[in-house]
Each structure stands twice: as structure tokens, then as C-alpha cells.
């Protein structure tokens, strides 16, 4: 999942809504710096709310993943995105097309959102712009045990920027893309994927309820439009 669909289950909890980000957030301040499942749990006994908070948030991001990742429309569905990916681009039968599919789903499950349901995306960010980056870095420092000074400011330029809207562009959600694929070091998707883009986000929207649903069957998310 991308940042909107890990935080709406939890908007009623601002802390913790925001904190599911924290993972990508250090995966961009540095990746050394990993918030652990193990960590989160032992951060829960902490007398700190704020602190019980964030790992609350970080423990909802790591269990998300594990259940959504595994589950096997996802599976099939990033094969099957990985595969028209090496068609359109012939050559390319390196780590780049598993790599794209997989975070395409995510970054189109939260385009969905936005489209359908733009409060959601407001409230979202309106409880990101009242928390305190340096509250988050404070705590996630006594997580991981491992002091980082950067988290706050890569928090605030995330608020900051509002990147989110853009993926309800195909040509905007290229341009994020790319910065995806520089920042990993892989090279970036020329023009020529665009249509694949519009195939790849009607694929994800027919499978939408699928991707969206826990193999318990709990219900996380509000009704789809």
C-alpha cells in the first residue's frame, strides 16, 4: 500500500494515521535505518503516548504489507504488470518491471481514492500538516534506537509538496515515477509507457476490491463509490 491507503483506517487516530508512513519515510532519509516489527512491538509497553502512538502507526504499515503483498491478486496482478512492462520495452529483463508493477498498484489504489473521495485526501493531509515532524522524530529515534536529524525536515517537505494529487495524472505519475526509479538508481520510463499506464489503472480499479480486502475478510477501508 502507498501512504493514503495505509492512513485512512486509522483518521481518527492523527498519530498513528501519520506515523503508518514512517517506513517510507526512512526508506527516503536513510535506509540503514529500518523501523522493525520487533522494535514497534516493545515501543508499545512505553510511557509515552506519543511514542506508543508512532509505533502503533509503524506496526499498522508493517502488517498492511504483509497481508496485502501476500495476498494473490497482488501476486498475479504485479506478474501480470511486470510482464506488459518487458513487452512495451523490449531488452529490459532486469528488476525494473517487477519493481514498477509493485509500487504502480500501490500508487494507483491511492489515485482511486483521491478521485473518489477527495475529503479523504484532505483529511489526511490537514492531520499531517497539524503533527509535529519533530514529535515523529523524536519517537522513532527511541524506536529504532538509532538517532537520525533528518526525519522531521523529509516530513515537512512531504507535506510540503502535496505529491499525492499527482497520481491522478498518468503524465504527472510518470514525472513521480521516474524520481522513483533515480532515487533507487534504475532508469527511467520513457513517454512510450503512457498508454501501459492507462491499461495498468484499468486493470488495478477491476481488481480494487480485491487488493482492498484482508484474507480475514475484515473490512479497513469505507465502501468503495
Known amino acids: 500500500m502507498n501512504f493514503l491507503s495505509h492512513a485512512i483506517p486509522y483518521l481518527d487516530h492523527p498519530l498513528v494515521a501519520v506515523s503508518t508512513g514512517v517506513?517510507?519515510?526512512?526508506s527516503v532519509v536513510d535506509r540503514k535505518i529500518r523501523a522493525r516489527e520487533r522494535m514497534a512491538m516493545a515501543a508499545l509497553g512505553s510511557d509515552d503516548d506519543a511514542v506508543r502512538d508512532v509505533a502503533t502507526g509503524i506496526l499498522h504499515h508493517i502488517r498492511d504489507d504483509r497481508w496485502f503483498h501476500n495476498t494473490t491478486v497482488f501476486v498475479e496482478s504485479n506478474l501480470q504488470l511486470?510482464?506488459?512492462?518487458?513487452?512495451?520495452?523490449?531488452?529490459?529483463?532486469g528488476?525494473?518491471?517487477?519493481?514498477?508493477?509493485?509500487?504502480?498498484i500501490e500508487?494507483?489504489?491511492d489515485a482511486f481514492w483521491i478521485r473518489d473521495r477527495p475529503e479523504?485526501?484532505?483529511?489526511?493531509y490537514q492531520l499531517v500538516d497539524d503533527t509535529s515532524p519533530e514529535l515523529i522524530q523524536r519517537c522513532v529515534n527511541q524506536i529504532t534506537g538509532k538517532p537520525t536529524d533528518r526525519l522531521g525536515g523529509a516530513i515537512r517537505r512531504y507535506a510540503e509538496a502535496r505529491f499525492l494529487y499527482d497520481y491522478v495524472d498518468h503524465r504527472r505519475l510518470?514525472?513521480?515515477?521516474?524520481?522513483?526509479m533515480r532515487r533507487v538508481g534504475l532508469?527511467?520510463?520513457p513517454d512510450s509507457v503512457l498508454p501501459?499506464?492507462?491499461?495498468?489503472s484499468e486493470l488495478v480499479e477491476f481488481r480494487r476490491v480485491r487488493f482492498l480486502t484482508p484474507p480475514d475478510g475484515s473490512t479497513l477501508f469505507p465502501p468503495i463509490p
Open 187 to 189: 532508469a527511467e520510463l
Open 23 to 26: 517506513p517510507d519515510f526512512l
Open 107 to 109: 500508487i494507483l489504489l
Open 174 to 180: 510518470l514525472m513521480r515515477l521516474n524520481q522513483v
Open 120 to 124: 479523504l485526501i484532505e483529511r489526511y
Open 95 to 104: 528488476f525494473r518491471p517487477m519493481f514498477v508493477g509493485h509500487i504502480l
Open 82 to 93: 511486470a510482464v506488459g512492462l518487458r513487452d512495451l520495452l523490449p531488452g529490459d529483463r
Open 196 to 200: 501501459w499506464l492507462q491499461e495498468a
